[in-house]
C-alpha cells in the first residue's frame, strides 16, 4: 500500500496570506490528523476527521481550519499567516477502528516557512 | 489531561550496542495506548512499536522492544545492535480512551550512533 502523501512538500508564503495543505490517507483508512510541530512546542495536535466530520480539534486559534472529503483526503487552511505559523505541518492517517489500539501513519510532512 | 516525558534530550550509543530512551507518562485513564516513534531528519513520522496498557508482555518488533512497567508509568524503547541509520529523533506519545482521536507526545531523544 502507498503511504500518506501530502503536498505541497515546502511552502514559502509572506505574512497575512493563506495557504492550504493537502493530506491523502493510505487507502481504506478513514481518520486523519494534523499535527503542527516546531522547536519550542514541539508535536501539537490541531485536528481530526473521519467521514468528512471533525471529531476533535486542538488548542489553536480560529485560523487554523480543515475538512475532508468523501474520499478521505484532507485539507488544512491557515488565514492570516503570522510568522510563528512557520512549521512542519504533520499529516497521519488511521484505519479508525477504534479504541487506544489505532495506530496513526505519517506522511512526509509540508514544511511552511512565513517571511 | 495526559503527559508524556521524555528526559534526555540526546543520547549517543556505539554501532551495535544496545540502547535504551526513557519515557515516563501521566494519565488518569485506565485504559490508553503508547507508541514510538522515529523521525528521521527527512522529517517523516515513522511508527516502530505499540504497548496497549493492558497487555501483559512486553512488546517487541524486530531490533525494538518497549520495556514497559506500569506501576511506575515508564514505557522505555530498547534498540538492540544500533545501526547508524538509527540515528534520529525519537518520540513516545500516547493514545486515551477511544474518543479523543488524537496522541499526546513527549518532546523527543535525538539518538546519535556513533561508528
Known amino acids: 500500500k502507498a503511504g500518506v502523501t501530502q503536498t505541497p512538500r515546502y511552502l514559502i508564503k509572506t505574512r497575512g496570506q493563506q495557504v492550504t495543505l493537502s493530506c491523502s490517507p493510505i487507502s481504506g483508512h478513514r481518520s486523519v490528523s494534523w499535527y503542527q510541530q516546531t522547536p519550542g512546542q514541539g508535536l501539537q495536535f490541531l485536528f481530526e476527521?473521519?467521514?468528512?466530520?471533525?471529531?476533535n480539534k486542538g488548542n489553536f486559534p480560529g485560523r487554523f481550519s480543515g475538512r475532508q472529503f468523501s474520499n478521505s483526503r484532507s485539507e488544512m487552511n491557515v488565514s492570516t499567516l503570522e510568522l510563528g505559523d512557520s512549521a512542519l505541518y504533520l499529516c497521519?492517517?488511521?484505519?479508525?477502528?477504534?479504541?487506544?489500539?489505532?495506530?496513526?501513519?505519517f506522511g512526509p510532512g509540508t514544511r511552511l516557512t512565513v517571511l | 489531561a495526559q503527559k508524556i516525558t521524555q528526559t534526555q534530550p540526546g543520547m549517543f550509543v556505539q554501532e551495535k550496542e544496545a540502547v535504551t530512551l526513557d519515557c515516563t507518562y501521566d494519565?488518569?485513564?485506565?485504559?490508553?495506548?503508547l507508541f514510538w516513534y522515529k523521525q528521521p531528519s527527512s522529517g517523516e513520522m515513522i511508527f516502530l512499536i505499540y504497548q496497549g496498557s493492558y497487555d501483559e508482555q512486553n512488546a517487541t518488533e524486530g531490533r525494538y522492544s518497549l520495556n514497559f512497567q506500569k506501576a511506575r508509568k515508564s514505557a522505555n524503547l530498547v534498540i538492540s545492535a544500533s545501526q547508524l541509520g538509527d540515528s534520529a529523533m525519537y518520540f513516545c506519545?500516547?493514545?486515551?480512551?477511544?474518543?479523543?482521536?488524537?496522541?499526546?507526545f513527549g518532546k523527543g531523544t535525538k539518538l546519535s550512533v556513533i561508528p
Open positions: 476527521y473521519f467521514s468528512e466530520t471533525q471529531r
Open positions: 497521519a492517517s488511521s484505519p479508525s477502528t477504534g479504541g487506544i489500539r489505532d495506530t496513526q501513519y
Open positions: 494519565t488518569s485513564d485506565q485504559s490508553y495506548g
Open positions: 506519545a500516547m493514545s486515551s480512551t477511544a474518543g479523543s482521536y488524537q496522541l499526546t
